[in-house]
């Protein structure tokens, strides 16, 4: 009979290793054919929008904000119930000694009656005083420890009174404290939430305390002037004044661009030269903005027709529109 040779196999058996591998190729083929087609491209993910960002700060904040007032409210009721608390501690020490006095007292008369006994009391009297005054004489005693035994119990009313009250407010302090606690862990998560919002707005948007939010502030030195100007503002306009206290238009350009490293001449005529001439329709926030064909005033252009500038005698630093002043021209430092 004949055999078939060791290498050979028969041809209705297939090999399991082999399939798999098949396998495993066909699936490959499939899903670069897949991705070829777009069948399994990840979706796209759009960046949040500066505006998007805001309007999420806007959210938190609304949270927050009734949170602080609640944990102001807490505290101010704090205050005043651990002063009430103090106040009634000063009333209850005095009472407290006093109570103290009249048990002394009232042990004293009961220990000399256990030493001397009801008998020896009664024999002085009876040896020693009128017949006829014998009944005033013992009456007197027993009103004597009757008086101590009234002292001790008014005393102890009075205290009880108090006490009762500063239990009263020392539960309502330990309340109290725990809320202040709870509020301002909740005020620490939300403050934390918004921080986190605020630090993915972009590179580019400067957002400060007295200025609006601006988008496109291209150079660091740009946003380093923004920020320092719109943190001056509120601050009094002062002729020839540089800062940090007051300023003058171009006292506070010079102040804001030399906190961003690049030093400008305190006079206007020679910041109109010492800056690049941008064309109005070019300009961008950072840049200083000019008036008057003389050029006798500048501010710091926030876009949207905004500045901040240090505007006259008797008006603070602040932000206005630039369409106050016929515009003579913007210029970039540095």
Sequence with gaps: MATMPLHRHATGRARPGGTRRIARRLVVLVAAAAVGAGLLAAPAYAEPTVDEIEAQIDKQWQQLEPTIEQYNKVR???RVNRAKSKDLQKKIEPLALETELAMNRVADLASRYYVSGPSTELGAVLLN???????????????LATQERRQLEGVMKIRKKYDDQKAKLDGLIADQEKKEKQLAAKKKQIDAEIKKLERSLPVTTVKTTNCPTINGVVSEAARVAIRTACAQVGKPYVWGATGPNSFDCSGLTQYAYRAAGINLTHFTGAQWNEGKAIARADARPGDLVFFRSDVSHVGIYLGNNQMVHAARAGKPVNVSPITTMPVAGFRRPG
């Design 76 to 78: 101010a009721e704090l």
């Design 129 to 143: 005083a009128n017949p006829d005054l014998l009944g005033e004489q013992m009456a007197l005693l027993d009103r």
